[in-house]
């Protein structure tokens, strides 16, 4: 294997990356059925061409996250790095693409949402910069 071929790149999702992100998400049990399967993704790209990043290593996807930005406000979504490639920086990078992307469109505050249980996570993004606020909320879900 080439030096270049065990780079980690991040580009935009392509449509036929689907699988891979699917099996990404299975992996770390974060797969929801109303947001994520392939239409959605398909209807998401189609809004906003750059808001989905994957990382790529010898060809393979091995991360992967998402932006959700209305002009108004931003948000990072579902940032996930296949398992056996974790704890080698994948994951800040993809947060640092989707942080640069939502800067060039002019925002200077993001937000993540993170399970209010899981304490090293929410250790973990705030090692990365992500301020822990002191307000609480709930999602509440209604079905259309
Ligand atoms: C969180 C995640 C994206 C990090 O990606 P990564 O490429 O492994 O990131 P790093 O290279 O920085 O990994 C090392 C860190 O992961 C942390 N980590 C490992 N598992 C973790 C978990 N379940 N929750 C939080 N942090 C975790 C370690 O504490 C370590 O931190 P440190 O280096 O500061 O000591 C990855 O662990 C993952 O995909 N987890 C499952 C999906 C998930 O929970 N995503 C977050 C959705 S909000």
Do not use: C
């Not at 992100?21 to 770390?28: G, P, Q, T």
């Not at 090293?120 to 301020?131: F, I, M, N, T, W």
């Amino acid at each position: 294997m080439t030096d270049q071929e065990a780079e980690v790149r991040v580009r935009n999702y392509l449509l036929e990356d689907y699988p891979q992100v699917r099996s990404i998400y299975d992996e770390a049990d974060m797969f929801y059925e109303p947001f994520d399967t392939e239409d959605k993704f398909v209807a998401k790209i189609h809004r906003d061409p750059e808001s989905i990043m994957v990382a790529v290593k010898s060809n393979q996807v091995v991360g992967t996250v998402m932006i959700v930005e209305d002009g108004r406000m931003s948000m990072i979504f579902r940032l996930a790095v296949i398992e056996r490639e974790r704890k080698q920086g994948i994951g800040p990078k993809l947060l640092q693409e989707a942080e640069r992307r939502l800067k060039d469109r002019g925002h200077n505050e993001v937000h993540i949402l993170v399970d209010q249980n899981n304490e090293e996570l929410q250790d973990y993004y705030a090692r990365l910069g992500y301020e822990k606020t002191s307000y609480y909320y709930r999602w509440q879900t209604k079905v259309l």
